[in-house]
């Protein structure tokens, strides 16, 4: 149920923020999510304070240097005015509105890990002034944000609702998507109260072109956790039919394209080498962690997590088989990995399905070496990209892992002895030295 309060003015404005002045906005966390969303807020005209606890972040972007794909540094470059990063919390003393974008990974025991959140919560907490409005866009468990956050933000000894606002909304970003923009992907918001809410709104209109207003935090919380719980469903189900059609001896690929064809009640997803990145892996276990506290046990969560665990073994098995083709063991057989980051286009190797493969095929004995321009070095596993001509030479086996938008696989088909395609994109290759998932 929403609480009806009066909208806290600050400074006893009565008017939009934006009519009078640009708005102050705060950034906490500069990451894959922070930082866009701090451009997007400069280039509509906002004054923009991004903090972030890496210094070598806030030096970069100081200096105008980017660290993240989809931020070029001519991105940067007319924004310097009006985008300043900081590390010190007193900067946001200022600002309408404080955004937070920290991480929300998994502990070890694969249980939430708060510990960012509440880290920067209990600063902000020490720096928070009346009238401001306090966003989380961090992704998390239904009620998080009036459960935790909440009671953090008011040791500050002012109150949520009559001192400052709350609201949640989910950052739905998909670094390296070019056709949907900040701008252009409807966003959700639910305010702690009306009048939080309608904050929210306000805000987010500076940037997107459709703000959804929802009933409450818990809704907005929970509605970015079934969209990444529907993808991880629905790869894992891709996933296990082309472990099915292996056996089966059916190409996967021509029934998911038959299956295209259905122009309703069908949504395409592509099988892989499992699942990566920062979300699909952890979000869905945030709210099996929340619905075990209600004694329930999702089981869809469950198992899909359990199918995309277990791919990369099964690519693995896979690579094994394709050197077999060719009589030739793991041990001591050249393979070549083709893209690590956990997809195509970015540089981001986190809970990479790429890792497990390669961890796997070094503890088998293979001379594993990969290419990827994103990713120049991957020094958990002793490895830095080398050149494709170069590695294709040196390759028994070139394994398409993670498909990049600068490789010609064509010329990897061409060039390489023998490749197995987990992606899917030599499809259009018809080749004898060639295997596809
Ligand atoms: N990456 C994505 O595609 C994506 C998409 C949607 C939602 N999300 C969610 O957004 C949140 C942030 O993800 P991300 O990918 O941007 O993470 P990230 O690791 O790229 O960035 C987080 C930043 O927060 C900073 N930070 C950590 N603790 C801090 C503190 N106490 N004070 C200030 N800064 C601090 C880190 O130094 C880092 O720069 C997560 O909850 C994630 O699940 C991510």
Redesign the pocket.
Same mark, same amino acid.
């Given at each position: 149920m929403l609480s009806v309060d009066p909208p806290v003015e600050a400074s006893g404005r009565s008017e939009p923020l934006s009519r009078l002045r640009a708005m102050q906005i705060g950034i906490?966390?500069?990451?894959? #999510?922070?930082?866009p969303l701090a451009v997007a807020f400069s280039e509509a005209g906002c004054e923009v304070v991004g903090?972030?606890?890496?210094a070598a972040?806030v030096e970069a972007l100081n200096a105008g240097r980017s660290y993240?794909e989809d931020v070029p540094d001519e991105v940067l470059a007319p924004l310097a005015e009006k985008l300043r990063a900081t590390?010190d919390?007193a900067d946001l003393t200022a600002c309408d509105a404080v955004i937070l974008? #920290? +991480?929300? *990974?998994l502990s070890d025991s694969r249980e939430p890990d708060l510990t960012?959140l509440i880290? $920067?919560a209990t600063?902000l907490a020490q720096v928070l002034r009346s009238g401001q409005l306090v966003v989380l &866009? $961090?992704?998390?468990y239904p009620g998080t944000t009036r459960d935790r956050l909440l009671p953090i933000l008011e040791t500050s000894g002012l109150t949520a609702g009559s001192d400052f606002h709350l609201a949640f909304s +989910? &950052? /739905?970003?998909? *670094?390296g998507r070019t056709d949907f923009t900040v701008r252009t992907t409807p966003k959700l918001v639910g305010g702690l109260s009306e009048a939080s809410a309608e904050r929210a709104r306000e805000l987010y209109s500076e940037i997107c072109d459709t703000v959804v207003v929802l009933s409450s935090p818990e809704v907005a919380e929970l509605s970015?956790l079934l969209e990444n719980i529907f993808r991880s469903v629905n790869i894992a189900l891709v996933n296990e039919l082309a472990q099915l059609c292996d056996r089966l001896e059916i190409d996967v690929w021509e029934v998911i394209e038959a299956a295209s064809t259905k122009p309703f009640g069908f949504m395409r997803f592509d099988p892989g080498p499992g699942m990566g990145?920062?979300?699909l892996p952890?979000?869905p276990f945030y709210l099996a962690f929340k619905a075990r506290q209600h004694d329930f046990y999702p089981e869809f969560i469950e198992l899909a997590g359990k199918v995309n665990q277990a791919q990369p073994s099964f690519c693995v098995e896979r690579i094994e088989r394709a050197l077999n083709t060719v009589r030739k063991p793991v041990n001591g057989s050249g393979v070549l990995i083709l893209g690590v980051s956990y997809k195509g286009g970015v540089g981001?190797t /986190?809970e990479s399905p790429a890792l497990k493969i390669i961890g796997r095929l070094q503890d088998l004995g293979a001379e594993v070496a990969y290419h990827d321009s994103f990713v120049p070095e991957l020094p958990g596993h002793g490895l830095a990209s080398v050149g494709l001509e170069e590695g294709l030479r040196d390759a028994d086996l070139a394994v398409i892992v993670t498909a990049h938008p600068d490789v010609d696989y064509a010329e990897v088909v061409g060039k390489a002895p023998l490749v197995l395609d987990l992606r899917g994109v030599t499809r259009e290759i018809d080749a004898e030295n060639l295997i596809r998932l």
């Open positions: 906490i966390g500069l990451g894959y #999510v922070g930082l903090l972030d606890v890496d972040k993240i590390a919390y974008c #920290v +991480p929300t *990974p960012y880290d $920067s600063a &866009e $961090s992704t998390t +989910p &950052e /739905r970003i998909d *670094p970015k990145g920062h979300c952890v979000d981001d /986190r």
